[in-house]
Structures are given as structure tokens and as C-alpha cells.
């Protein structure tokens, strides 16, 4: 077996970055813009963290639609040019306003806008009136000023043309998280590359976090999409792997239906070689490279454990399939649907289980429940799933590898002696290694010792309850506390250590 001591500077690295899943809330009135003054903008090629959150709740994350029969959806026709890295998009953003607050303005995420020259805007109108729509675009978001406030129950569809010039996944780096969206020589990734809804709530507005330094800052509401999706001027034949299965696949002609989910993701390489296996009714592929046979092998195997496992012990999962995509980057990746495995896990694979293929697979696959169905405000409280799904790791040893239980504890545990509170939000840590440790880490802790007290069958009962109540939506802590009888008072007084003072 391999040295638990041996660390060479990459490989911590490797570690430090993989971990990474994935300022205090100020108040506003509903719809409120934000001035210039509020925001400090961060150029693409120079991020910094930033000092304040705007949009934010001052409670806990607001729900997502309470009528999930009327969710937004998303009709998006794509077409990649693998010449020039360009992706050109026509996209209809269907929208029904369900609160009483009426709606001046509507707010869109742009993620590709954080790149130079990465996003352009060619149209953006009204489809019912074709009146074109005012607008104004900052940093990761897009306003659009209406011109009569929408009422409750009210719909506006919205047609959107734009343009995406992909930009290049740069080399690993010490300073800076790595990148996914973008192409390599052998990659392309679309990843938060649409116009899509933030969640809104009638008291405080629209819930926009900037961009963090480290960690994840998005929060996903249920969505609908229909996507249609072409390649065009490439060399080769591609693969692709999306966040649900094609409904209709031609030559570089792909069109997917992926209802109530919170992303919708796409990896395409001209090198993919696919395994495919379907597990009670769920299609499980694996997207790897030439020369990784054996490994996706690996991979895929732990996948179909780790979902079998998993459903047996939080709940059903209501997804058709999961595409598992071995990533041309370093770091690992949850999308609803898709997740990315860096490469480097297949390159220190040394045939056990022992090491990061086993580790962040099953990691990945925890995701699936605990950020794809039961989302949360990843900005505000992630350890509500990075805790969960570290923890879920120790779950897999537990129920197929039980000799390696304690393994697991000192390897990816103990051997960092994290300390650290876990439950700050993602901009009030000091740094990557102090949020890796209290979140990812002292929250394995905190669920184990939670878990001890508790006894397995209350603990694995309030596990299932509470991803049965928190389905579809956006949970905050008062949640998961709430489905094994507790208050977060009751909580914190217990569990001092692990928490901060009470807000």
C-alpha cells in the first residue's frame, strides 16, 4: 500500500484543488440595483476576493419556486465552432413571476461575462411584443429593466442571441483555482455557459453572490431546459457528454429534455472513448481518455456503487442518468447530472482504493443528492454539502471497504488536523486551506461525532428525512437540523466547537 506520508508538492496540490467543491449579507429593498460604488468589479485576468455580497438574504437562502409545476425554462440552440472556440447561442428564457412583490427588473447570471471578450450580446427582446428589452451588464450579471412591473402570476419570454469566445484552460496554479469552462487541446467544457435565472426572494431580491477566490458562490434554482446542440468545422468526429442523455442524436446533432434540475452541462473531445451501464433504471456513463481503460473501469465501478449505496441510504434519485467525464484539468467538478474527475487521479491510480480515483468518485457522486436535488446557497453555507459528501465517502468504506476505515480517517482527515468553525461563508475564511479544513474536513468531523450521539438509526432516518423534505429545493441548516427534531440553538450548544456564534 502507498505511504500515507508520501507528499510530493504536486500532489498536495492535486489534493488542495480537488477539495475545493465544487463577507457578510447586506441588505436591500426588492429590486434594487446595484450602484458601481457597491460592487468592485474583477477583471478576467486578475481575480481577487471580494468584500461584500449584494442581492443576499439576510436569513437563510429563500426557496425556489413554491409552484415547481411553473419553473422556469430554458430553450437554447447551440452551435459550437471547434475552429474558432466560439460558441454562437440562441436562447428563450420562459419566466413566471410567483410573488406578490411586483417585478421592476429581472436579473440573469452571465458567467461567460467574467472572461475578456468572452461574452457578446447581440439581441435581447421581448418574444411576445418584440420590443427590445433594456438592459445592462456587470461583472457575472445581467439587469433587464422592465417597462411595467410584472404582478403575480405574470409571464414574460425572453429571447436572448449571443455569442461565447471560449477562453483556454490555463496550466495549474498555486494561486488560482483552476479553471473548467474553456477548451484544451483535447477538451471543451460548457459549464454555467447560458443565461439562467438567480433564485429570487419577495423581502430581499434576487440572490447574486460575486465571484470567490475559492469554493463555489453559485446557487441553483430547479429549472427546465430543452437544448439543442451542434458542432460544426471539426476535424474529427466528437464525443459529447451533457448532464442528461440525448433524446435525439444525429452527425454532430445533439438535442437533450432535462426537467427540473439546476445546470445543464457539456464536455466534448474528439479523444473520448464511453462505458455505459444502467443500474435500476438510472444510465451511468464514464467519458474517459486513450490509455485509461483500466482506471474507467475503476471509476465506473465505485460510480454504480457509490449511487446504489447512496440511494439505499439518503433516497431515490430522479435523474435518468449520470455522465461521469475524466477532466483534462486538474480539480473535480459536481454539475446536476455531471461531474469531472481530473485527470491527475487517474495518473496516481496504483491499483487500490487507497487513493483519489476511489476518494473524489464517490465524492462526486454524493453530489448528486446533496447539491443537485438537495441544493443549498454554496456561498453561504457549503458545508451543507461538502461536509455531507466527505462524510458520504466515509460511508462507501464503510459499507464495501470497511479495512479501510480508518485508512480514510487519518488519509484524508486527521493526517491536516483541520480546526476551523464550518459554517462561515465562503468569503469569511482566511484562505483556501482554513475553508478546506473546517468545511470539507472538521465537517466530516462534526457529522461523525453528530452521528455518535445521535445513534445510526436516528442519524441515517434524519439523513433520508431530510433530503425527502428538501427535494427540489434550496435548504439552509435550519433545515437539515429540523429533520432530526433540533433546533440550531440545540445544535450549536452541543456541537460548540463546530459552529460560530449565533447569527
Known amino acids: 500500500m502507498r505511504s500515507v506520508n508520501f507528499r510530493i508538492r504536486w500532489l498536495g496540490y492535486l ?25 468592485t468589479p474583477i477583471p478576467a485576468e486578475e481575480e481577487t476576493i471580494p468584500t461584500k455580497i449584494f442581492f443576499t438574504p439576510t436569513s437563510d437562502t429563500p426557496q425556489p419556486t413554491p409552484a415547481p409545476f411553473i419553473l422556469p425554462t430554458y430553450t437554447i440552440h447551440a452551435v459550437y465552432d471547434a475552429t474558432q472556440m466560439k460558441v454562437s447561442v440562441n436562447q428563450l428564457i420562459q419566466f413566471t413571476h410567483l410573488f406578490h412583490q411586483p417585478l421592476n427588473k429581472i436579473f440573469l447570471i452571465v458567467e461567460p461575462n467574467r472572461f475578456l471578450n468572452g461574452f457578446v450580446l447581440n439581441r435581447l427582446e421581448d418574444q411576445i411584443t418584440g420590443r427590445k428589452l433594456e438592459w445592462e451588464l456587470q461583472q457575472n450579471w445581467l439587469q433587464i429593466q422592465l417597462d ?29 483555482k483552476p479553471q473548467i469552462y474553456g477548451y484544451t487541446q483535447r477538451q471543451t467544457n460548457l459549464v454555467d455557459w447560458y443565461l439562467w435565472l438567480p433564485p429570487f426572494d419577495e423581502e430581499t431580491g434576487w440572490v447574486i453572490h460575486p465571484p470567490s477566490f475559492f469554493g463555489e458562490y453559485t446557487v441553483y434554482p430547479l429549472a427546465d431546459f430543452e437544448v439543442y446542440f451542434d458542432v460544426v468545422n471539426s476535424p474529427r468526429q466528437v464525443v459529447v457528454a451533457a448532464s442528461s442523455s440525448p433524446v435525439v442524436e444525429g452527425q454532430n446533432h445533439w438535442e437533450y429534455r432535462f426537467t427540473g434540475a439546476r445546470n ?12 455505459k451501464i444502467e443500474v435500476d433504471g438510472v444510465k451511468i456513463s464514464h467519458y474517459f481518455f486513450p490509455l485509461y481503460r483500466h482506471q474507467g473501469e475503476v471509476v465506473l465501478n465505485h460510480t454504480i456503487q457509490a449511487f446504489q449505496l447512496y440511494s439505499e441510504l439518503f433516497g431515490e434519485l430522479p435523474r435518468q442518468s449520470i455522465s461521469v467525464v475524466q477532466a483534462d484539468f486538474l480539480d473535480g467538478m459536481e454539475f446536476d447530472g455531471l461531474f469531472f474527475l481530473s485527470k491527475g487521479f487517474y495518473d496516481l491510480y496504483d491499483g487500490t482504493d487507497q487513493g483519489y480515483l476511489t ?3 464517490v465524492h462526486e457522486t454524493a453530489h448528486q443528492w446533496w447539491y443537485a436535488v438537495v441544493a443549498n446557497d454554496q456561498a453561504q453555507h457549503p458545508w451543507l454539502d461538502e461536509a455531507l459528501c466527505t462524510y458520504s465517502e466515509r460511508l462507501y468504506y464503510e459499507r464495501y471497504l470497511p479495512e479501510l476505515v480508518d485508512w480514510w480517517w487519518f488519509y484524508r482527515v486527521n493526517f491536516y488536523q483541520p480546526e476551523g468553525v464550518i459554517d462561515l461563508p465562503v468569503y469569511e475564511y482566511t484562505g483556501y486551506l482554513a475553508y478546506r479544513d473546517a468545511v470539507y474536513l472538521r465537517g466530516a468531523e462534526f ?14 432516518e434524519g439523513l433520508a428525512r431530510y433530503y425527502d423534505k428538501n427535494t427540489g429545493r434550496i435548504a439552509a441548516p435550519r433545515d437539515f437540523f429540523a429533520a432530526f427534531n433540533l433546533t440550531e440553538e440545540e445544535i450549536r450548544g452541543n456541537f460548540n466547537s463546530f459552529f460560530g456564534s449565533i447569527p
Open 15 to 39: 489534493f488542495a484543488v480537488v477539495l475545493s467543491s465544487c463577507a457578510s449579507p447586506t441588505n436591500h429593498p426588492v429590486d434594487e440595483t446595484p450602484t458601481l460604488q457597491e460592487i
Open 148 to 176: 411595467e412591473p410584472m404582478s403575480f402570476q405574470q409571464s414574460i419570454s425572453i429571447v436572448a442571441e449571443y455569442t461565447l469566445q471560449l477562453p483556454e484552460i490555463p496550466p495549474p496554479s498555486e494561486t488560482r
Open 264 to 275: 445543464f452541462a457539456i464536455s466534448i473531445s474528439a479523444d473520448f472513448e464511453v462505458n
Open 359 to 361: 476518494l473524489i468518485t
Open 447 to 460: 457529522l461523525e461525532e453528530f452521528r455518535n450521539a445521535l445513534g445510526d438509526v436516528s442519524f441515517f
